[in-house]
């Protein structure tokens, strides 16, 4: 059965996701540096991939992958969000667009929509194979004793 999405949880996945998002703002900025400077912003980077990835592996330890990996989605927003206050790059309707895409993305896999039935159906309502409309075997394919089609 699907856990169900907290406030909290989304405030934790994403704080994780800022924290992967802070690492390419570094690597942005160690690219503009001579060569002294590039190797002291390019070890903080990899030292908050490092930080980053003890944090994602958390994630996915209590989340389930598929949510785990919409919200890290969500670094796109983020990254837009840095562009334009620590770069002073432009917003266009174009990247708001496909951020837009993004988020509503996230949210439909976040929301109770679509999600599977507790009865173990596909979430339309309709009776599966091994689910039928009176909670009987119907003996179709995937019916108890076989697997692929061949009997067990």
Do not use: H
């Amino acid at each position: 059965m699907k856990k169900r999405i907290t406030f909290r949880d989304l405030l934790v996945l994403q704080a994780v996701v800022v924290v992967y998002t802070f690492a390419g703002i570094l690597g942005k900025i160690a690219a503009g540096q001579a060569a002294g400077g590039f190797f002291l912003i390019y070890c903080l980077q990899v030292a908050v991939l490092g930080i980053y990835a003890l944090l994602w592996q958390q994630v996915i330890k209590r989340f389930e992958l598929s949510v785990a990996y919409v919200n890290r989605a969500a670094a796109l927003a983020w990254s837009l969000l840095w562009a334009v206050l620590v770069f002073g790059e432009q917003i266009t309707v174009k990247k708001l667009a496909g951020v837009a895409f993004v988020i509503l993305g996230t949210l439909v896999v976040n929301s109770e929509f679509g999600t599977v039935g507790a009865a173990g159906g596909s979430g339309s309502g309709e009776p599966t194979a091994v689910s039928a409309a009176d909670g009987t075997d119907d003996g179709g394919p995937g019916a108890a004793g076989e697997r692929n089609g061949n009997a067990v």
